[in-house]
Nanobody, 122 residues
């Protein structure tokens, strides 16, 4: 069993910064891809950043240059550093982590964090 705990959300003014964290714990042999999504009220959940095991990252144009995803493999933690925040960034942010629980686990499983609210005031 794997659990993800998110932290770092909050209220910030336009142009401000926040850093989100998502720590995975439990039965973990290996972590694969990690990602952050967000969901605003009345909208579909959208991808905002991905990080693969090879060090590759990707972002949609809406956040490129403002958001940075990073990972600490020793801590099984993924971060999302957000700068130059805008009111349209307001949403609940979720982490998604791909986990291999044991050496025998195949395929890897995906786990969602509980979500953390980010509110950007104008």
């Amino acid at each position: 069993q794997v659990s993800l705990v998110e932290s770092g959300g909050g209220l910030v003014q336009t142009g401000g910064s926040l850093r989100l964290s998502c720590a995975a714990s439990g039965t973990i042999f290996r972590i694969g891809n990690m990602a952050w999504y967000r969901q605003a009220p009345g909208k579909q959940r959208e991808l905002v950043a991905t990080s693969d095991n090879g060090g590759g990252t990707d972002y949609p144009d809406s956040v490129k240059g403002r958001f940075t995803i990073s990972r600490d493999s020793a801590k099984n933690t993924v971060y999302l550093q957000m700068h130059a925040l805008r009111p349209e960034d307001t949403a609940v942010y979720y982490c998604l982590v791909q986990v291999q629980e044991t050496i025998l686990t195949h395929p890897m499983n995906y786990y969602w964090g509980q979500g953390t609210q980010v509110t950007v005031s104008s």
